[in-house]
């Protein structure tokens, strides 16, 4: 920690000390905490709450009001907790992490307080008819756990039970149910997996016609994994697919998409949106099934299921197409077939549910672009029948801006779209300054939003930003993220490096103007890059990342990814990941430009020390970088507002003194 407050100091009094910091820092906290900005619902019991940050609430307040009062322009909210005045008696650190308030009672939680921001928590019961923690309730001390209710008076939970009941990625395998007023060291195991999976996590599905199906899910990998359902008779293995995103439960059928092709009874592309009883899949395949009774939805190669929420009597998807949102409601015809009902969504935008419960068929969306500021509507998912509720005032001044999307060509020949905002008088000279950011893993989609944040502090001051959808994520389903697994991953790497080409060749940008910028596995990529292709840019902007592929798997989480990134167990994964990872391959005598790596302290996710390595490595080949680590804020920039608008008016000095000077 003296190596990090020391290199802290450094970096800070060069970024800091620039005469654009002040501003850009004052700017990004006006922005995060802005009192116009859409309070996020959540929809527990009929009303909704919200967890709201401000200068004033640092940590935080949970809060709620009625429907019809939420959409007024200013809601009479109430304080349901006051997580500041929680941290401040309690003398802790304490983060919010969420609640778990099940139907139909919808009168306990469980909350969940993170110290600092780790991924580790600390659960507590809470009574929303009192707005208190329950005296002699339920309290599940520090841990990486995964807690839901099976009634009023038992928990289902995962969790740290002592040694032994945690496996090598850091999360537990041992589950447990745990009755009202009952030890820790009473609870009751109900189902064990092995040290050598990812880990174990139970839940509990409800729907609104009062249906109730316990699982446990046994990830056998980060991807692959059995699901077991707990029934008074035992525990029923379900002949799910290994690879199955469970998305909720509708009048007593679960409902999943499958994430490779399965054949049960019938046959199903990967990235279907299907529907099964438990008691089906606890059977042998139908003979003769009506796949109509099942099959909800299946995409098309350029679309692909990007979340599933599930109310009274619909299922509700955001679906893509080309990267561009669409949503729609689904209901099981009379013919046993399903019926679409499309909600009204502003083309070229992202669209998400932002709440939806089993109460009713009331659900929120937000609609956003790269120069459109969020809106969140309402919608009866039954009737189709919408209405705008809130919107986003401007950030920036977005009217001398366009977006376009492109394609460029990866080494194999596959088509990688991009788009690119920029001024409409954008010169194609090869002059503009320009950020390039991706992903590129895990199946996570990078869709159009809005960032008041980057509208502000870097558009408006004429520079471009380039958003890439490379393989590895899930903008085109499974497949699109199959083909960049394990020792193929090299694809997406040459993918990004195709689109900063055709930046190149677009003449809209040029190396000497061209930064690039990615978190976690996008923090890996970035560092990938920044070896692979040291010519290509002037700045790489490297977030809480991966660097030391080597020895992923023995830092923090790391053991959970080997499903994406392969395992030095394997002779060949360990001979690919040798040729890829970033801090085995900084080498002497290149002309690397000058990286920010920056990492938090309590990140129990990835760990500090892959970015702490790999900054001391390149100080030993005497290379320039700079180097910053937030001391809170666990995965992310920071613990709160102030946290996260310092790293990114840092962030945006970086670029700015490396692109625009």
């Known amino acids: 920690m003296a190596w990090v407050r020391s290199e802290n100091a450094r970096t800070l009094g060069v970024l800091e000390a620039d005469p654009r910091f002040a501003a850009l820092d004052a700017d990004a906290l006006n922005i995060a905490e802005a009192k116009d900005r859409i309070p996020a619902p959540e929809l527990i019991g009929g009303q909704v709450y919200n967890f709201w940050r401000d200068e004033i609430h640092v940590r935080g307040i949970w809060r ?19 997580l500041d005045a929680l941290a401040a008696a309690e003398h802790a650190n304490w983060i919010w992490e969420g609640a778990n308030c099940p139907p139909p009672a919808y009168r306990r939680c469980m909350i969940a307080l993170s110290d600092g921001g780790e991924d580790a928590t600390t659960q507590r019961e809470f009574d929303l008819t009192t707005n208190a923690f329950v005296p002699g309730g339920f309290v599940l001390p520090h841990s990486k756990q995964t807690v839901d209710w099976l009634d009023d008076d038992t928990l289902i939970v995962s969790r740290d039970w002592g040694p032994g009941t945690m496996t090598a990625s850091g999360y537990p395998f041992v589950v447990k149910t745990l009755k009202r007023g009952q030890p820790l060291d009473r609870a009751v195991e109900v189902f064990r997996g092995a040290p050598t999976d990812v880990s174990t996590d139970p839940t509990v599905l409800r729907d609104g016609q009062g249906h109730k199906v316990a699982l446990v899910q046994r990830g056998l990998d980060f991807f692959h994994s059995e699901v077991d359902q707990l029934t008074p008779n035992g525990v029923v293995r379900l002949a799910l697919p290994p690879k199955v995103a469970l998305g909720g439960l509708l009048d007593g ?76 409601s689904f209901q099981p015809g009379a013919d046993q077939g399903w019926t679409r009902l499309v909600l009204p969504v502003p083309p070229d935008s992202s669209v998400g549910v932002a709440a939806a419960g089993v109460r009713d068929n009331g659900i929120y969306y937000n609609v956003d672009g790269f120069l459109e500021p969020p809106r969140l509507d309402q919608a009866d998912a039954a009737s189709g029948e919408s209405a705008e509720v809130k919107s986003l005032p401007a950030r920036f001044d977005a009217s001398g801006d366009v977006v376009d999307q492109f394609e460029a060509t990866s080494t194999d020949g596959t088509k990688i779209p991009y788009f690119v905002v920029h001024p409409k008088t954008m010169a194609l000279d090869g002059t503009n300054p320009t950020i390039l950011y991706a992903y590129g893993g895990f199946q996570v989609s990078e869709t159009p939003a809005y960032s008041g944040t980057l509208g502000k502090l870097w558009l408006e001051r004429g520079g471009v930003y380039v958003l890439a959808n490379i393989r590895g994520g899930g903008e085109f389903g499974p497949a699109w993220h199959e083909a960049g697994l394990k020792t193929h991953r090299q694809r997406v790497f040459d993918d990004f490096a195709a689109v900063a080409r055709d930046l190149i060749a677009r003449k809209i940008t040029s190396p000497r103007r061209l930064g690039i910028q990615g978190g976690s596995n996008g923090g890996l990529l970035m560092g990938v890059e920044f070896t692979q292709h040291p010519e290509l840019w002037r700045a790489v902007d490297i977030q809480v990342p991966l660097l030391d592929m080597l020895r992923f798997e023995q830092i923090a989480a790391g053991a959970s990814w080997a499903g994406e990134y392969g395992s030095v167990a394997n002779p060949d994964e360990r001979a690919f990941l040798a040729s890829i990872s970033p801090y085995a391959n900084l080498k002497p005598g290149v002309a690397y430009p000058e990286p920010f790596v920056w990492t938090t302290t309590k990140d129990d996710r990835v760990g500090p020390q892959h970015a702490r390595k790999f900054a001391a490595k390149l100080a030993a080949l005497g290379d320039p970088y700079l180097f910053y680590e937030v001391i809170e804020g666990g995965h992310g920039s920071g613990a709160n507002l102030v946290e996260r608008a310092h790293t990114n008016a840092l962030e945006m000095t970086y670029f700015i003194r490396k692109l625009m000077d």
Do not use: C, K
């Open 253 to 328: 059928r679960m409902i999943f998409t499958t994430e490779q092709s399965w054949a049960f009874g019938g046959a199903y592309e990967a990235g279907s949106l299907l529907a099964f009883t438990p008691q089906a899949l606890a059977a042998p395949p139908p003979s003769d099934p009506d796949v109509r009774t099942h099959l909800i939805f299946a995409p098309n190669a350029r679309q692909s299921v990007d979340q599933v929420e599930v109310t009274r009597d619909r299922v509700v998807a955001a679906i893509y197409d080309n990267v561009r949102g669409g949503l729609v």
């Open 64 to 82: 709620r009001t009625s429907r019809a009062d939420y959409a007024t322009a200013d809601p009479h909210w109430t304080t349901v907790l006051d």
